[in-house]
Each structure stands twice: as C-alpha cells, then as structure tokens.
C-alpha cells in the first residue's frame, strides 16, 4: 500500500518540477519567436524605406513618350533601380503603367491598385510561390503622369510569415520537447536517492529500528536520514522500555501465582476428597471468634468456591505465562540469536503427549497426521507457537470433538515450502473476523470457554519472527477452524 503510494507522491513531484522547468522554456520560445519577428520587422523596414528611395529613381528613368501610340515610353533604368534589378534576381521586378492601369514597362504580374495620391502606397503580392513587397506611386515622368512599381520578394518579414512554421515554430518545438526529456531523465535520475531510501525503509522489518548509514546517503537526504535515525532510536528506546516492563512484570507475577495455585489446587483437592464441611480458611486472627467453634476470623469457602478459586489462578496464571511468551517473542534480541534446525515431527509428538490429558478429560480426539519435516529457527518459541495452537482448540473445541496436528512439506512451483497446522471442528471464526483474532486480547463476541485473547497474537508474532505466514480457515465441510503456518522456503 506504501509503496504505490509513494511512487504517486514522486510522479507528482516529479511532474511539478517539470511543469515548472518547461513553461519557462516555452515563455523563452515565445519571446524569441517575438524578438524573430521585431528583428524581422527593423528589416523590413529597412526594405521599405529602400522601396521609397528608388521609386523616384523608377520614375525618373522614364525619359520621354512613346514616338507611336503601339510602342512603350522610352526607359532608360537610373544605376540604383539597375543594381536592385541585378542583386535580386528572380526576387525583384518593377512596372510602370499609365493612370488607367495599363502596363507598359515591366511585368505585367507587378499590377497594385492604381494610387488616387501621389503618395507611396505599400502592398502585399503572391507570385510563384513567394509574397513579394510592392511599393508603389503615382507621379509625374518624363512621359507626363504614371504609375511606378517596384516588387522585393526578399523582404524579411514576408518570408518570415511564410515560415513561420518550419524556421521559427519547430525548431522552438523540438527545443522544449528535447529539454522536457532532458529534465525528465535528470530528475529522475536526481531522485533515485530518495526512492531508495524509501525502498529501503519499506524493506525493513518493523522490528529492525537500526540506524540508517547517513554517509552512504547523499547530502540532499542526510537531513532526513538523521531524522529518521533519530524517530528509530525514539521508538526502539520507548518500545524496549515496554517490553522490559512487560517481561517483567510477567516474571513477578510467575512464582507467587504458581505459590497460589499449588495451595489452591491443594485445597480443591482435599475439598472433592475429604472433607464434608465448608473449608474454614484463617486470613485475620484479630477478629472475633466464629459460630460452630471454627476459628477466629475464618473465612468459610465450600468446593464451589475453591473451583471457581482454581479457574481464576490457572487463568491469571497461564495470562501471566503468556504475557512473558509474547515479550519474549517480541525481543529484537531474537533477531541477533542464532537459528537451530528444528524437527516438527519431534515437536508435534511432544505436543501431543502435553495435551492429550487435557483433551481425554474434555472428551476430545486429539489426533497427529506427521511427516518428516525441518525448519531453520528458535525451538522453543515454535513449541510456544504450537502449545497456543493446541490450546486454543481443545478450549474451543465441544466434547466429542476432533482436533489434529498437521506437519509435513508441500510442493508448489517447484518450492518446497514446510508447514504446520492444527484443525479442529469447534464453532470457527467467521471470515470477517479472521483479520482481528490476531489482535491482541481480542475474543469473538459470543465466544464460550475460557481464553484471554491472546493465543493466535502469540502463534502470529512467532510466525513473523521466522518470516513464517500464519493463516486462518474453514475446516473440514466448511466446519471449525484450520491454523496453518507455511515456513518460507
């Protein structure tokens, strides 16, 4: 869930910083796209006023009228309008034509409107594929009053409309398209760092709270390295602190409730065997005398209440036990604590023995289905695992019910991968609460028997400490409760 989760975060930041570094690449594109076209403009400007300066000249090469009506003025082209002629060829022409708008000097495709003043006029030409300039005047020559033009198709501005696209557009295009790439590939290389030190992070155990090596972390992260580091040895101070508490309260509480239990089992025992009157019990001799000669300040208990006595010392006894199995279990110490190879048919075998009086006295069939199977781990916590497992079904389990103990090695995929399990046909736990059982001091609500809820939270912290998965199912014709722990392979 982390992990998708983080890699969103990235993408998006990811993402900003590129929205961020292109659009500013895309406002330089566009004022240099702007500054082409201002550039373009002083030029064109420059062509202009080059236009203005040789329409006089145009006219004055007119020299006198046609000597027949059939035939064109006489023209003899001033050196600047030659030299124009000449520097542009295929780009420059010119036209001379009488006030009507007939042509008879120049080419004919030079035809701009015809002037009403003799001031010069400016337009825009499309001939062969190119946007010519025409400059154009009305005014008097040596043949009386005509109509001048002369046509640039080497004015900037026109071509730098026409290629707009190809000279100006795309390669802006290409340039903000080639730096995106280029930022895209530097930030992600830029946080690579980071994502594996998150990876890193995910990766750890949670109890693995161990400081992370802040000189093998680059100087951008080393901030947060350090704070990281210091939330760890926050949390694994807090978290030994609770652990020393609970491991030691549960060791005080073990020897004066064994003490307790002893005399109480004593005293059950004399209460069914021997003894036919009410058990008196001395607790405070300073009170006055009882009725019947019992004892000052005796407290009379009959067998009910010594069983009730019995059930409640064995139930604060075995919480005790248990607290101190889970501290245990939750030790980091564990991890530091070199593997034995341990043989759960040995184990199931011997859990077996432990409990079959249990399960005789309760009616039960307590059954063993085993095959030669071998894990890499702590002996004694699996027999703590598996005691749990046991006792939790035969507690659950109704008189005449079954219970079995499962060991052995699947295949799978071409893994070997060992197991253990124990079924019995008891009530179950429903599939919705088959996520919660594992909490701990969590019952079913209307579970019968006795139970502290937290057998399954045991049998689940030792699975993890042997990077075990303990799952939880439907028995038999969907019957009871199957506990299957599959060791990793």
Not at 115 to 134: N, W
Not at 253 to 267: D, H, I, N
Not at 308 to 320: D, F, G, N, V, Y
Request: aromatic share 4%; charged share 20%; glycine share 8%.
């Amino acid at each position: 869930m982390q992990r998708p989760r983080l890699r969103a975060m990235t993408s998006d930041l990811r993402n900003r910083l590129l929205i961020l570094l292109v659009l500013p690449l895309l406002a330089l594109a566009l004022v240099g796209v702007w500054l082409d076209y201002r550039s373009a403009d002083e030029a064109a400007a420059r062509h202009d006023q080059r236009l203005l300066r040789l329409l006089p000249a145009l006219a004055d090469s007119v020299l006198a009228p046609p000597i027949r009506d059939s035939e064109p003025p006489l023209l003899l082209l001033a050196p600047p309008v030659e030299d124009f002629l000449r520097q542009h060829p295929g780009y420059a022409a010119y036209s001379v034509r009488d006030t009507s708008g007939r042509l008879l000097l120049g080419d004919a495709w030079v035809q701009p409107a015809v002037p009403t003043t003799q001031a010069p006029e400016f337009h825009s030409l499309e001939y062969g594929g190119v946007t010519y300039r025409v400059a154009v005047q009305r005014g008097r020559t040596g043949a009386g009053e005509l109509v001048v033009a002369l046509a640039d198709g080497s004015d900037p501005r026109q071509q730098w409309a026409q290629q707009l696209l190809l000279r100006v557009l795309l390669p802006n295009l290409v340039l903000v398209g080639a730096a995106g790439l280029a930022i895209h590939w530097a930030v992600r290389r830029a946080f690579k760092p980071l994502v594996d030190l998150a990876d890193a992070v995910e990766r750890r155990s949670p109890r693995d709270l161990s400081p992370i090596d802040e000189a093998a972390s680059p100087a951008e992260v080393r901030p947060l390295v350090h704070s990281l580091n210091r939330l760890f040895a926050l949390v694994n101070a807090q978290a030994e602190g609770q652990r020393r508490f609970v491991a030691d309260a549960a060791h005080q509480l073990r020897t004066p409730l064994a003490g307790l239990q002893a005399q109480v089992e004593a005293w059950a025992m004399m209460a069914r065997a021997s003894v036919p009157a009410p058990l008196p019990l001395n607790f405070d001799k300073k009170h006055p005398p009882a009725q019947d000669g019992q004892a000052p300040g005796a407290i009379v208990l009959g067998v009910e209440q010594i069983e009730k006595l019995r059930h409640a010392t064995r139930r604060t006894s075995q919480l005790a036990h248990q607290l101190l199995a889970l501290s245990r279990a939750d030790a980091r110490s564990l991890d530091a604590q070199p593997s034995q190879r341990v043989d759960l048919k040995d184990l199931c075998e011997a859990l077996l023995e432990s409990f079959l009086d249990a399960a005789t006295g309760k009616g039960l069939d307590l059954g063993l289905d085993v095959q030669s199977a071998h894990v890499a781990g702590h002996d004694w916590l699996l027999r703590e695992l598996l005691s749990n497992l046991v006792d939790n079904a035969i507690k659950y389990t109704p008189a005449g019910g079954v219970v079995t103990i499962r060991c052995g090695v699947r295949h799978a995929m071409g893994l070997h991968r060992v197991f253990l399990q124990v079924e019995d046909d008891g009530p179950g736990v429903p599939e919705a609460e088959r996520g919660r059982v594992m909490q701990r001091f969590y019952r079913v609500p209307g579970s019968v028997g006795e139970g502290t809820g937290l057998g399954l939270a045991i049998a689940d912290e030792i699975a993890r400490v042997h990077h075990a998965t303990l799952t939880l199912g439907a028995g038999a014709q969907g019957r009871g409760l199957v506990v299957t722990v599959v060791f990793p392979p």
